[in-house]
């Protein structure tokens, strides 16, 4: 086998360093190839409209931190912490991001086309007009998320917790839900036509229009429950 035909990308990797825009402008510029990050800072710093494309990022700290409408196309982020970033207007189609506590960040118009997000902490965090088509969470705290417009139809929802989440104009068309909880999410105009709800917790859920939840699957237990929040008396 000829190996000069295959192109061999170098792997770069810097760890424990504290990093801001000018060090990482020079790093990327003086490494080519995969770009990996282990248990670096960048708390605060200003990274956005950079070009970051399948750089990987491994226990680091993202507090604070704009990435605004930076290229973070096919970037990898495991085990990191990053409440309040902005990841407003960036373009993160087949971003991977597992195990990390994103509380509170903001996405609002991202490309998110193909991005997954698996055992990772959204509470309070801002999807508001992302571009989501073949967007994934799985096992995932979704508390008081804002996910208005999204669309999860046919999608299978694992261990997803929308609590107080507010899914208003949210497409969960014959979704299946294997876990996780909806209690108290906020659904106005919110389908869930053929969605089966067997297993996850509907307490408090707040049915406006019948017709919005037209052959969705519900356990006997579940609609006991929606007669009593409907305080009707089965006699």
């Given at each position: 086998?000829?190996?000069?035909?295959?192109?061999?990308?170098?792997?770069?990797?810097?760890?424990?360093?504290?990093?801001?825009?000018?060090?990482?402008?020079?790093?990327?510029?003086?490494?080519?190839?995969?770009?990996?990050?282990?248990?670096?800072?960048?708390?605060?710093?200003?990274?956005?409209?950079?070009?970051?494309?399948?750089?990987?990022?491994?226990?680091?700290?993202?507090?604070?931190?704009?990435?605004?409408?930076?290229?973070?196309?096919?970037?990898?982020?495991?085990?990191?912490?990053?409440?309040?970033?902005?990841?407003?207007?960036?373009?993160?189609?087949?971003?991977?991001?597992?195990?990390?506590?994103?509380?509170?960040?903001?996405?609002?118009?991202?490309?998110?086309?193909?991005?997954?997000?698996?055992?990772?902490?959204?509470?309070?965090?801002?999807f508001v007009e992302v571009?989501?088509?073949?967007?994934?969470?799985?096992?995932?705290?979704?508390?008081?998320?804002?996910?208005?417009?999204?669309?999860?139809?046919?999608?299978?929802?694992?261990?997803?917790?929308?609590?107080?989440?507010?899914?208003?104009?949210?497409?969960?068309?014959?979704?299946?839900?294997?876990?996780?909880?909806?209690?108290?999410a906020h659904t106005k105009?919110?389908?869930?036509?053929?969605?089966?709800?067997?297993?996850?917790?509907?307490?408090?859920?707040?049915?406006?229009?019948?017709?919005?939840?037209?052959?969705?699957?519900?356990?006997?237990?579940?609609?006991?429950?929606?007669?009593?929040?409907?305080?009707?008396?089965v006699a």
């Amino acid at each position: 086998m000829n190996l000069s035909l295959f192109e061999v990308k170098p792997v770069s990797v810097t760890r424990h360093q504290t990093v801001d825009r000018a060090a990482l402008e020079v790093f990327m510029a003086e490494n080519p190839g995969v770009r990996t990050f282990e248990d670096c800072t960048f708390d605060l710093g200003d990274f956005s409209r950079m070009d970051l494309r399948g750089c990987q990022f491994v226990r680091c700290t993202l507090a604070e931190a704009s990435w605004y409408a930076a290229d973070l196309s096919q970037t990898q982020w495991t085990g990191c912490r990053g409440r309040q970033a902005d990841f407003e207007s960036a373009s993160m189609t087949d971003a991977k991001f597992v195990n990390c506590d994103l509380n509170n960040t903001k996405w609002r118009r991202a490309k998110l086309s193909s991005a997954s997000f698996k055992g990772c902490k959204l509470t309070g965090a801002h999807f508001v007009e992302v571009a989501a088509l073949g967007l994934g969470f799985e096992d995932c705290l979704l508390v008081g998320t804002d996910l208005r417009g999204m669309s999860f139809r046919k999608a299978q929802l694992t261990e997803l917790n929308f609590s107080d989440a507010d899914l208003s104009g949210c497409d969960f068309r014959e979704a299946v839900f294997s876990g996780g909880s909806l209690r108290n999410a906020h659904t106005k105009l919110t389908r869930f036509d053929g969605a089966d709800l067997r297993e996850t917790d509907i307490a408090g859920l707040k049915v406006l229009d019948a017709k919005l939840f037209k052959n969705a699957l519900i356990s006997p237990r579940q609609a006991a429950d929606l007669l009593r929040a409907w305080e009707l008396i089965v006699a």
